[in-house]
């Protein structure tokens, strides 16, 4: 029997990158790990070291969670460049998020003008 995953993930091999589309009614730190190692595997997979995640949650996780996620995506991630875009995130919310990102990660609410960032 196949198990049931709390998300949706696809991928798509594109050119210059990676796109991956989550999408899913909650986030816990656990769902958020099962799918960030996932995303990871198809980087390497795939042999690119450019991600785009399209983060179709409409809930948040805790700042003090998003912090240890966002930990343990570093350290899954390596040196693969990453651009997120969360068209639910409130402008001060991508500050905060923003103000403790890696200089390979950034986080947008566009889908543009993360990948003009993720090309450049």
């Not at 240890?68 to 997120?84: K, P, V, Y």
């Not at 993360?114 to 090309?119: D, G, H, I, M, V």
Request: charged fraction near 30%; aromatic fraction near 10%; charge should be negative.
């Amino acid at each position: 029997m196949a198990v049931t995953k709390p998300y949706e993930l696809t991928f798509v091999k594109r050119d210059l990158y990676v796109y991956a589309h989550i999408k899913a009614d909650e986030i816990t730190r656990e769902i958020g790990v099962a799918y960030l190692s996932e995303i990871v595997d198809a980087c390497h997979k795939y042999k690119k070291n450019k991600l785009m995640i399209y983060r179709d949650i409409p809930e948040m996780l805790s700042p003090e969670q998003r912090k240890e996620l966002s930990s343990d995506f570093l350290t899954m991630i390596g040196n693969i460049r990453t651009a997120a875009v969360n068209p639910y995130l409130e402008k001060e919310q991508i500050v905060e998020s923003m103000a403790s990102d890696h200089a390979n990660i950034k986080v947008f609410t566009n889908f543009a003008e993360a990948e003009a960032w993720l090309l450049s």
